[in-house]
């Protein structure tokens, strides 16, 4: 839906990435007068996609975590976030991974949508370790547990360090857990460590055929269905601050709105610099240090026939492993290699050319100094 000349909105959603389409159709839902401003003319954000000369891209979706079949009793996070949605599991036609694998020097843990798979396999090459790991899977917080837990914010490694005898084993989770989702160098907070080791290594990875185009579509039909408004183009430039509340939002076409909440989803940093007066008591949000590079390649499907069957890979060509902003542009020493034809496809979901997505860390400041013409190629 087009938004309506009224300039006044119970809420005020800036961003349509996925966290800010998904709180606009629980706020629409429940009757609020909602609007969601975009600065780009697509929806999705970071996970959003595109087309050069007919070939469909995305721009980052290696995989659906936390997936379950369908119909699997016990309130999981992707049950209960279509169930909230009021989406039906049929529009994200999620199809499973094969296999996937962490790799490190001469040793490999293979793991996929069945958890015995993964403890299958450190019992084979970590088997002084594997009494360890049962324990420290049988007293890992439940997702509700863990985001509200105490200790939240204390060491993941540390944590792993009391159940794991094998150090070499504990990066190796690190490894894949940090690359899906940790801010920390060389660690990951505990209530992440116990939300990404269950929705990526006790649930597991899925995958539209179409891609993220089919979530965000069926997300924006939603959307728009409860009678949510959407502005895109529309760059939110400042929110004007009165007595240490936002009172308007300035927008990029020079129209001012009111609203009676401002959701942000654009970060922390982007969202404090929008503001026209920065509370006194407040510290500036501080820029993370990681970040990573993606490098995307298509191919004639049969050049990989036979030699890969898995859907992921988190590597690392060292020990220990090193998650770390790098010196140089990029560490290509460790990331994740993704191969999105290798889910379960069948019949015409099949696709026809090969995609390889390839994730490292990288160095932004190094990224930000080089010229244009350097930076593009
Ligand atoms: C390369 C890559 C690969 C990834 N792979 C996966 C994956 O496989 N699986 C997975 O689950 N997650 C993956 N992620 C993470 C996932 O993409 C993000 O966690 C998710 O998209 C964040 O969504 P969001 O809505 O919170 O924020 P964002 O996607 O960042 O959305 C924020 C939106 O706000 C808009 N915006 C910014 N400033 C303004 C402004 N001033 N006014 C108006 N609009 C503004 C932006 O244009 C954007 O559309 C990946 C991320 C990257 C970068």
Redesign the pocket.
């Known amino acids: 839906m087009q938004r309506s000349e009224r300039s006044h909105y119970d809420v005020v959603i ?9 709180a606009g159709i629980r706020l629409a839902h429940f009757g609020k007068k909602v609007l969601i ?4 003319n697509a ?6 996609f595109y087309s050069i000369a007919g070939r469909k891209y995305d ?7 936390n997936y379950v079949p369908r119909g699997t009793k016990g309130g999981t996070p992707l049950m209960r976030v279509l169930r909230q949605l009021r989406i039906d599991w049929e529009d994200f036609a999620l199809i499973p991974q094969k296999t996937s694998r962490i790799q490190f020097p001469g040793v490999a843990l293979n793991f996929d949508n069945d958890f015995q798979t993964l403890e299958a396999s450190v019992a084979a090459a970590f088997p002084k370790s594997i009494e360890g790991f049962r324990k420290m899977v049988s007293i890992l917080p439940t997702f509700d547990e863990a985001l509200s837990h105490p200790n939240r914010s204390t060491s993941g490694r540390a944590f792993l360090k009391t159940y794991i005898q094998d150090p070499v084993l504990i990066d190796m989770l690190l490894c894949a857990l940090c690359y ?1 989702g940790s801010a920390r160098e060389d660690d990951i907070d505990f209530s992440q460590l116990a939300v990404l080791f269950r929705s990526i290594l006790m649930e597991g990875f899925a995958r539209p055929a179409e891609g993220i185009r089919r979530i965000i579509r069926a997300l924006l039909d939603r959307y728009r269905q409860t009678g949510g408004e959407r502005q895109m183009k ?4 400042a929110l004007n601050i009165k007595a240490g509340r936002v009172t308007s939002l300035t927008l ?1 076409t020079g129209e001012v709105l009111t609203a009676d909440t401002v959701l942000s ?3 922390a940093v ?1 969202t404090f610099n ?1 503001l026209s007066e920065k509370p006194e008591a407040a510290k500036p949000p501080i820029p993370g240090a990681l970040s ?1 590079v ?1 490098t995307l390649s298509h191919y004639p499907l049969a050049l990989t026939q036979g030699l890969w069957e898995e859907t992921i890979v988190f590597f690392s060509d060292h020990y220990p492993f090193c998650y770390r902003a790098p010196k140089e542009l990029i560490d290509p020493g460790s990331g994740v290699i ?1 191969l999105s034809h290798n889910y379960a496809f069948k019949g015409e979901d099949i696709p026809t050319e090969g995609c390889l ?1 390839v ?1 490292a860390l990288a160095h932004p400041q190094a990224w930000h100094k080089l010229d244009a013409s350097t930076y593009a190629v």
């Open positions: 800036i961003g349509c990435g996925l966290s800010g389409l998904a401003l975009e600065k780009h929806p999705g954000g970071l996970n959003s721009v980052g979706l290696h995989a659906v975590t899906y529309c760059a939110v430039t990029s989803s654009i970060g982007e929008l990573f993606e993704c997505r994730t």
